[in-house]
């Protein structure tokens, strides 16, 4: 629940849309899990699928932006 900061990861997709790759550009996460966060949502990325298009293959930069779930129990952050 302390994790902050953000995560821009790449992620190519050919015409098909199969995602070719999907990497980390940068991090400035911060917190207990703050790599495993990355490579959890580089992995489930990787199983994305676009509706094929006219396009060729493409690089777009998706920004996950994390921030601490403030309340004034911290017992309420856990059942949410």
Same mark, same amino acid.
């Given at each position: 629940?302390?994790?902050t900061?953000? /995560?821009? /990861?790449? /992620?190519?997709?050919?015409?098909?849309g /199969? &995602?070719?790759?999907?990497? &980390?550009?940068?991090?400035?996460?911060?917190?207990?899990?703050?790599?495993?966060?990355?490579?959890?949502?580089?992995?489930?990325?990787?199983?994305?699928?676009?509706d094929?298009?006219?396009? #060729?293959?493409?690089?777009?930069?998706?920004p996950?932006?994390?921030?601490? #779930?403030?309340?004034?129990?911290?017992?309420q952050?856990?059942?949410?």
């Amino acid at each position: 629940p302390s994790l902050t900061g953000t /995560v821009d /990861v790449t /992620v190519t997709v050919l015409a098909t849309g /199969v &995602v070719r790759d999907a990497s &980390v550009a940068t991090t400035d996460m911060q917190g207990l899990g703050a790599r495993e966060v990355g490579n959890c949502l580089t992995t489930v990325i990787r199983n994305w699928r676009f509706d094929r298009g006219p396009y #060729i293959v493409e690089t777009i930069v998706f920004p996950f932006r994390f921030s601490p #779930i403030i309340t004034a129990d911290p017992r309420q952050a856990l059942s949410s």
